[in-house]
Structures are given as structure tokens and as C-alpha cells.
């Protein structure tokens, strides 16, 4: 409806300006006919006063011309008369003009000289008047001269008028032009388009090839239609048919995993079972600026990695509503669906107040969990005050989905990271049927290390609430395990990695976590190049360098920002024949700026950044370009299109999802990945350059060596660490964690 105000305003200024142009010619035309008649009707009385002075100028006095000219005064807009002699003296002036003019007018003195009529327009008195001086003789000589002072007052007072009118019927016209062509728009364009669109996203969702059957609006919308109801037919054939070859596959777990061939593995393995995701950072984030909500998907690699599988299979997602704009649009349930485009399952949003905020998500899982679990050379802080409030929220979060799955059949519960390890066992003990599997999308570090938390008991018997316990390595997996047989009684099977605790076994196995890969189908970006350019971050800032590299993360400490910077300082001060030629692109989106800690890296983190930049600068060029904002996953992948390479130096990552997005993002092939040797990825994307994040110089030396990879190079190592997404994407790795945990029951 925007676009169709936005034309109606075209409309009504066009109009608006044709009416002011008439009106303005209008004005002129009056105003010039209204002088001509002025001047006419007081050049008239000029000549009849002319001749009465004339005919009596020498026999008469003063006295008498000042009757003469009294007598003249009280007409209708006649503002004054004056008779001067020829020394420019009055003789005779009336009494409406002895207070506003004092001495003889220019006007006088001018047409006494010249011998002239002289005409003019003045402010006499506050009054808008037209004065007009005649010479009068004797013998043929000039005796002296006539001023005669008339109001136009009435000139400028019949302009207004006339502006006021037109303005007045200006507005009536544009106000009716407005509801008459809104209702129009509506009618003709708004509501039929707006019904169209109800009906397509309906037929979506459908599971037949159902037309639109149905005529939307006016005729002229009718060839339209017919041709959207072919290509749904279309889309919905298309669609039978990769379900049907994802049904033919499924029993091949190598083959190829699709979107299509997760839903049919669902179907069969599933059945009815209905997927409960529970996690604490939501999937979509609604904002409220003014009165306009929008929404935005945080950067998470939890969401990148979790969303698409809930899109292809569908459930119902719980999650913390952390947004200004979340409690907006849910329902009395607190549900939306999303994604707010097209969608495709339920988001159920918890509440949390800023008390529980503060001690459970800034406090124990992010000043205490976090840097305990990276191995970040941050101390751990745990406060008794944080870790009741982890309590009290992991127990909201059990009950909220303890009333919504009480009347479902044996449904499948998806716990998701580390700010939720209590969670498992609290459900399991109020309802033993239900199937429960957590993943903990950062490491876990050795039974040393976690042996620091005061509350590790506590911790790894939630977690044992599950069935199946997932992690992104088997390292992570022996070091879970280790520290379960050093902190709890159970009994434990190191062959078959399951640990029975309280008489209920769950089972311990890793799931390297991936990314939705599209499987060699081309999901490039179909806009045309100017709005590539507009949404393109390296057109955006007019970057012309040669050389680009690029990095994208959180601004966190775990991330190994710092020590990037490093790095690219020593390769520059290696390589001086790359200043001017190379720039580095850091995104940075802000992260956890409540907590202390955070705050104070992103300050260093800037301050590095113009240091380094303060080395190099020269003219318009400096080497790093720190963004810190959040940018979308179309803008990322045309930045990892355009660079040369994707620098990940990670201390400590449980899998570290950006290193194959850049992969993924990489259709042609080209492109370097210099990856930390200390991310779960580098497990898997051996063709990577490897790197120890906390060695500078090897840091600067993969730059050189990948600014300097030849082609074919470049396409081989990229190739093959495609081929490694495209065989274990996320779509095989939620098949594989569903399955294994449906055969547990």
C-alpha cells in the first residue's frame, strides 16, 4: 500500500502544481488589470484638477486651493491631494497628507525638471498607494505641479483574495483526489494483490497441485492468475518429484542429503512424532523502531545450523523472546510462525525478567560457562546469586515445555547448547516416556579443566537427563565421559560410549555440525547487478584494492579477532609491496555488550585496529576495515564471493559454521580458507590452510601463500572441501542425530 500512497502523492503534486500555475497567472492578470485601471481613473482627475489651477492659479490664494484640495480628499480611495509651485513649495496639500508627507516626493522635483508626468508606487502611511505628479503652466511655462495620491491598498487585498480562494479550492480538490484514488488503489490494486498473495502462500503449504481457481479482482489481474496457477502446478510437480527420489534414497545415507529427503526421513522414521527444538536464543528476532516491526535473524551458528531443519521438518521451536518487538506479535500462547516470510513451523517465546537475564545468561552461562569451556585465557567467574538464577531459568524453560508436550504421543525433544545442561533432567524426572537429546555446540574441555566449575556435578547429572548427548568431536566426547567418571557414580561403557547413571543410559556420540549446502544447485542471488552492488558491503564502501581478505565472527574473545590483526600487521611489514594493494575486511556484530568483558574487547579490538591502520595509512588506503554491525546472510556471501580469502583464528571453536559458509558461498571454486587448527571444522576441511591462531608470522605466511595460490590450486583445495560439505550437510547431520536417537527408545 506504500507504493500506491506514493504514486497518489505523484498525482495529487502534479495536479497541485497545474492549479498553482493557473492561480499564479490568475493573480498576475488581475493584478496588472487593476493597476491599468489606477492609473487611468486618477490620470482622469488629474486632468480636471490640471485645469481648475490652471484657470486660477494666478487670481486665487492658497486658501483656496486648499478648499479645492480638501474637497478632492473625501472620495472614494483618493488618499490626497498637494499643489507644489515651481520651487517645489506646497501651497496647497490636504489633511490626510500633512502627516505623511513632510517634505516635497522625488517625484515633484522630477517632473518639475523633466517636465513630465511621473508615476510611482510607495508605502505612505502604512498605506499601499500609487502617486502620480502633473506639471501645470501659465504662458507656457511650468508653474508648478499637481500630486495626486490614490489608496491600492485594494490591489493587494483582491490578490489575497483570490490565493485564499484558489489555495481553499486547491485543498477541497486534493483531499477528495486522495480519498477517490486511495479507494481506487485499494479496490483496483491493494486488496486483489493482497488476496493473491494470502492464496499463494496457501497453496504453498499444499500438498496437491491445487490452482487458483478462484477470480481475484479486476479482469485485469485474470491473465495473471492463470499464469501463477501454472507455475505452482508446475512448482508442485517439481516438488512431488524430488520427494519421491528423496523417498528412493533415504535408505542410502551417503547419497546426497535435500531438504525433500530430510522430510521423507521423517515421514518413515518419525512417523507422527512431533519435534520439540528448545534452545535459549531464538531464531528470528522481532524489532520494534517507531511503528514499524520488522525482524532480524542473530548471529548464531546455533541458528544458521538449527533453522533449516526445523524449516524441512517443521515443530515447534522454544525459545527466550529477547527482542523489542517480540511480544508484538505472538498469540495468547506466546506462538508465532516464522519464518515471517514463508512459514514453516512455531516459535514458542519464553520471558525472562532482567534479574533472571542478568545472573542466568550474562552471568553463569557467559562470565562463567563460556570462557571455562574455550580455553580462553579468560578467567571463569562463578557467583552463587548466577547460578540460582540458571536454576530458576532452566526450570521455567522445563515447565513451559512440560505444557506443551503433555498431550502429544511420544514426542522427540531437541536441547540445544550449554545455557540449558540442567534442562534434560528435569523434564526426564516428570515425564521418563519422553525421547530427549541435547548437542553442545561448544567444546568440552578436559575433566581438569571442567573440575573448576563449583557446580560440575550438578551440571554433566542434568545433562545424563538425556538419552543421546552430542558433540561436534570425539575428543569432545572422551573428555565429556572422562569427566563423567571422575565426578559422578555410573557406570560406564567405553566401547560403546554410554553411560548409565540412576538406572537410565544415555548415549555419548559426536555429530560434526554443518550448514544447509545446496548440493551443487545454484542458489546464487538473481538480482540484477545495481542491487547486488547496493547490498554488496565491498561496492557499499568503494574498496578498490587489489588484494581483499575478509573475516566474520562475533566480537568475542573466543573468536581469535586480536590475534588475526596480528598477523596481518607482520604479513604487511613482510610484505610492504602489498601496502596500498590489500585491505581486510573485519565484520564484528556486536555481542554479550552487557557483560564487562566484551565491552572492553571490542574496545581493544578498535584500538588495534587504528593502530595498525595508523602504520600503514597512506592517502585514502588503510589496510583493516572494522565493521561492527550485523549484516545479512545475502551481504556475507557477496563479500566471501569477492575476497580473496577467509581468515578463521578461532582459540578454541566447537565446529566454527563461517568457515563453511565461505565454502559454500564459493560457486567458482576460488577462494583460500586459512582456518585455526583449534576449530572443530579443521577436522573436516583439511584442504584449508591450517594455522595456529597464537603463531603471528605462520598466521602471516598463510596470508602470503593464499594471495599467491595459483587458479588451479585454489579450485582444487576448494573443491574438495565443498565435496566434504555437500556429502555431510545439515540436513544428514540432523538425519543421523534423529535416527540415532529414535533407535535408543
Not at 490578490?159 to 481506487?184: H, N
Request: aromatic share 10%.
Amino acid at each position: 500500500m506504500k507504493q500506491i500512497y506514493f504514486v497518489i502523492l505523484i498525482i495529487i503534486f502534479a495536479v497541485s502544481l497545474v492549479s498553482v500555475v493557473f492561480t499564479n497567472n490568475q493573480v498576475n492578470q488581475e493584478k496588472e488589470s487593476l493597476t491599468i485601471d489606477l492609473q487611468y481613473r486618477t490620470a482622469l482627475i488629474a486632468d480636471s484638477l490640471k485645469e481648475i489651477v490652471e484657470s486660477n492659479y494666478i487670481l486665487r490664494s492658497s486658501d483656496y486651493f486648499q478648499t479645492i484640495v480638501e474637497m478632492f480628499a473625501n472620495r472614494e480611495r483618493f488618499a490626497g491631494f498637494a499643489i507644489y509651485d515651481n520651487n517645489s513649495q506646497a501651497i496647497a496639500i490636504s489633511s490626510s497628507l500633512t502627516s505623511d508627507i513632510t517634505e516635497p516626493p522625488g517625484i515633484i522635483t522630477s517632473s518639475l525638471g523633466e517636465d513630465k508626468v511621473g508615476t510611482t508606487f510607495i508605502n505612505l502611511g502604512g498605506k499601499y498607494s500609487y502617486l502620480l505628479s502633473v506639471p501645470f503652466y501659465q504662458n507656457d511655462r511650468i508653474s508648478g505641479a499637481l500630486l495626486i495620491a490614490q489608496d491600492a491598498d485594494f490591489i493587494d487585498e483582491k490578490i489575497i483574495e483570490i490565493w485564499k480562494t484558489g489555495l481553499s479550492r486547491l485543498f477541497i480538490q486534493d483531499l477528495i483526489l486522495f480519498i477517490v484514488l486511495t479507494l481506487i488503489g485499494r479496490w483496483l490494486v491493494y486488496e486483489p494483490l493482497l488476496k493473491l498473495e494470502t492464496s499463494l502462500k496457501t497453496l504453498k503449504s499444499r500438498t496437491d497441485g491445487t490452482k487458483l481457481r478462484k477470480k481475484i479482482g479486476p479482469s485485469i489481474f485474470h491473465p495473471l492468475q492463470k499464469e501463477i496457477s501454472v507455475t505452482i502446478k508446475k512448482l508442485w510437480e517439481a516438488r512431488q518429484s524430488a520427494s519421491e527420489e528423496a523417498r528412493l534414497s533415504l535408505e542410502k545415507l551417503d547419497s546426497p542429503w535435500t531438504k525433500e529427503k530430510l522430510k521423507e526421513f521423517v515421514k518413515k522414521y518419525l512417523l507422527d512424532r512431533q519435534i520439540i527444538m528448545i534452545s535459549n536464543r531464538e531464531p528470528f528476532i522481532h524489532t520494534k523502531e517507531g511503528k514499524k516491526i520488522g525482524y532480524y535473524i542473530p548471529a548464531s551458528g546455533m541458528v544458521t545450523a538449527i533453522d533449516p531443519i526445523m524449516q524441512a521438518c517443521g515443530g515447534i521451536w522454544v525459545a527466550y523472546g529477547s527482542g523489542s518487538g517480540d511480544k508484538l506479535v505472538v498469540d495468547k500462547k506466546n506462538c508465532v510462525m516464522v519464518p515471517p516470510d514463508e512459514p514453516k513451523y512455531t516459535l514458542k517465546r519464553i520471558w525472562l525478567t532482567e534479574q533472571e537475564v542478568k545472573g542466568y545468561y550474562l552471568g553463569f552461562s557467559n562470565e562463567g560457562m563460556w570462557p571455562l569451556f574455550h580455553l580462553a585465557h579468560t578467567r571463569p567467574i562463578f557467583r552463587m546469586q548466577d547460578w540460582e538464577e540458571y536454576q530458576r531459568v532452566n526450570e521455567k524453560f522445563a515447565q513451559v515445555v512440560l505444557s506443551e508436550i503433555h498431550h502429544m504421543k511420544k514426542p522427540l525433544l531437541l536441547v540445544q547448547d550449554f545455557h540449558l545442561a540442567l534442562l534434560p533432567r528435569m523434564i526426564k524426572n516428570r515425564m521418563p516416556e519422553v525421547t530427549i537429546g541435547i548437542f553442545w555446540h561448544i567444546p568440552w574441555v578436559s575433566p581438569e579443566m571442567f573440575s573448576i566449575c563449583p557446580w560440575k556435578k550438578e551440571i554433566l547429572d542434568g545433562i545424563l537427563g538425556a538419552d543421546l548427548v552430542g558433540f561436534h568431536t570425539q575428543q569432545y566426547c572422551n573428555n565429556f565421559i572422562e569427566s563423567v567418571g571422575r565426578e559422578l557414580e555410573s557406570l560406564i561403557n567405553y566401547n560403546q560410549l554410554t553411560i548409565i547413571k540412576n538406572e537410565h543410559l544415555s548415549l555419548v556420540k559426536s555429530f560434526p555440525i554443518s550448514i544447509a549446502f545446496t548440493n551443487g544447485i545454484d542458489e546464487s542471488i538473481t538480482d540484477d547487478t545495481s542491487a547486488k552492488n547496493e547490498k554488496n558491503p565491498v561496492k557499499r564502501l568503494g574498496i578498490q584494492s587489489k588484494y581483499l581478505g575478509v573475516g566474520v565472527d562475533r566480537m568475542d574473545y573466543t573468536k581469535g579477532i586480536l590475534e588475526r590483526l596480528k598477523g596481518i600487521e607482520i604479513f604487511l611489514h613482510q610484505n610492504p609491496a602489498y601496502v596500498g594493494e590489500f585491505v581486510f575486511i573485519q565484520i564484528a556484530a556486536p555481542s554479550r555488550g552487557e557483560v564487562e568483558k566484551y565491552r572492553q574487547f571490542a574496545q581493544d579490538v578498535q584500538q588495534e585496529v587504528e593502530r595498525i591502520n595508523s602504520l600503514f595509512q597512506k592517502n585514502n588506503w588503510k589496510p583493516v576495515i572494522l565493521l561492527n554491525q550485523k549484516y545479512s546472510h545475502e551481504q556475507i556471501n557477496l563479500l566471501f564471493q569477492e575476497s580473496n580469502f577467509c581468515l578463521v583464528t578461532s582459540l578454541h571453536d566447537g565446529m566454527n559454521l563461517v568457515a563453511k559458509e565461505f565454502v559454500a558461498a564459493r560457486n567458482d571454486g576460488m577462494g583460500v580458507l586459512i582456518l585455526s587448527q583449534f576449530t572443530g571444522a579443521a577436522q573436516e576441511l583439511k584442504d584449508a590452510l591450517i594455522v595456529n591462531p597464537y603463531n603471528g608470522a605462520q598466521t602471516a605466511e598463510a596470508i602470503h601463500q593464499a594471495l599467491i595460490m595459483t587458479p588451479a590450486e585454489q579450485k582444487s583445495r576448494m573443491n574438495k572441501m565443498r565435496e566434504t560439505i555437500k556429502n555431510y550437510n545439515i540436513y544428514r547431520w540432523s538425519a543421523e542425530f534423529l535416527k540415532s536417537l529414535v533407535n535408543l527408545d
